[in-house]
């Protein structure tokens, strides 16, 4: 059944959400034997939709009793322990210098942050601009935390590690950085928590095209010098980069929520941020191209030809649409009986955005029309979406789970 407005009305009132409270602690002590994630999960089918913005959005907004948050808070990360959400977001004070903070919540949608910021600029490659844009996984009782550090010169993408979510350990940035390097300017690394069949780790990271890096350890990284993805469609033909770590779907491949910004075609406006979907293969074998779960009306269609059937101007991407089969896909498969991998391409991915900027919050900020999606969590049957809005604060979006 899709969601309806009608989920929230026992949680809207015509009051605000008022600044979230704080704490010196946690909720609870967090170790590696801390229950993780949703206790009746269930695996997503290729698209998760539809979502609908939270109708007392923002639930996060900057916190001028604090000097590292007093500016902007956005772009957070997400995470269930113990049936509790925890965000982990980027903060910025009066100078504009990215710390990453913490706040925690019983229902997705009222948080008490924590009074200090977990992670902050202490390296050389962090002076000045600090720590941005966090994802996190867990593997094995660990988190592995990957954030872009900024030098106010060069953004390069790096990751920390923690048992407990408060104490830290930093390591050096993935990629080696100066003149003639391939990936001195780095950013937006989305972990697979499940290695492959041959042991390695995959991980997706760019802010332009994806690039594709795998490890042994989750600490060192090889990557493709050969893009894994480029901007194909209308609304991402100015950019596209990772939000959320990929999730498994049912039928074993990989759902990828990820971020695009326009240069301004057929409806679009320029340098508009939205948010889509694309599907991921690594070990399925050629026949599943034939799954009944990807069929489309679009048909089969490989990556030079154009998608048909945009609508940019409708709403129903994120507030009205109860109907997901309008959100047409396209396999971007280039040729027949061609096995899908993580060296190929993405298996296919929505035609259109299912987020897009609508609310005066999201249009008008620190950058105007931007939604940025970065943390996704299933909670008590429901899918939090969790993202920024204009850089400047922090809304949810709430779909059913399948």
Partial sequence: MALSLSHFASCS?????????????????????????DPNYTAPLFPILPFHKYPQNPILTAN?????????????????????????????????????????????????????????????????????????????GTFYLTYTAYDLGTPRLCIATSEDLVQWTKHNPLFQSGPGTI???????????????DGLYHMFFGDSVFYHATSPDLLNWTASSTPFASPLLTWENGLI???????????????????????????????QYSV???????????????????????????????PINHNPHSQSHSDSDSD???????????????????????????????LVPTTPEEESGQVDLV?????LVQFRGKWFLYYGQADQSIGVAVADVQ
């Fill in 183 to 197: 990936f001195d300017h780095s950013k937006s690394g989305a972990i697979i928590t499940k290695p492959s069949p």
């Fill in 241 to 271: 980069e990772p939000g959320p770590p990929p999730v498994k779907t049912r039928d074993g491949r990989w759902l990828l929520i990820y971020n695009a910004m326009t240069t301004g075609a057929d409806g679009y406006r320029a340098t």
């Fill in 276 to 306: 889509g979907q694309m599907l991921l293969d690594i070990e399925n074998p050629a026949s599943s191209q034939s799954s009944t779960s990807l069929s489309s009306a679009s048909g089969r269609m490989n990556a030079e030809q154009i």
């Fill in 64 to 140: 001028p009793d604090h000097d590292w948050e007093s500016a902007y808070v956005y772009n957070p990360a997400a995470l269930v322990l113990n049936e509790t959400i925890f965000l982990l977001y980027r903060a910025q004070n009066a100078s504009k210098t990215s710390s990453i903070g913490l706040a925690w919540s019983s229902d997705g949608y009222h948080f008490t942050r924590l009074s200090r910021p977990i992670l902050h600029a202490t390296e050389p490659w962090e002076a000045g601009g600090g720590t941005e844009d966090p994802r996190i996984v867990r593997v094995n």
């Fill in 371 to 375: 939604v940025f999606a970065e943390g």
């Fill in 13 to 37: 009132s015509s009051s605000p959400i008022p600044i979230a409270l704080s704490s010196d602690s946690l909720p609870f002590s967090i170790t590696k034997s801390t229950t993780e994630g």
């Fill in 324 to 354: 997901s089969n309008k959100h047409r896909y396209h396999h971007t498969v280039g040729l027949v009986g061609k096995v899908p991998s993580f060296t190929d391409r993405p298996f296919a991915r929505l035609e259109t955005p299912f």
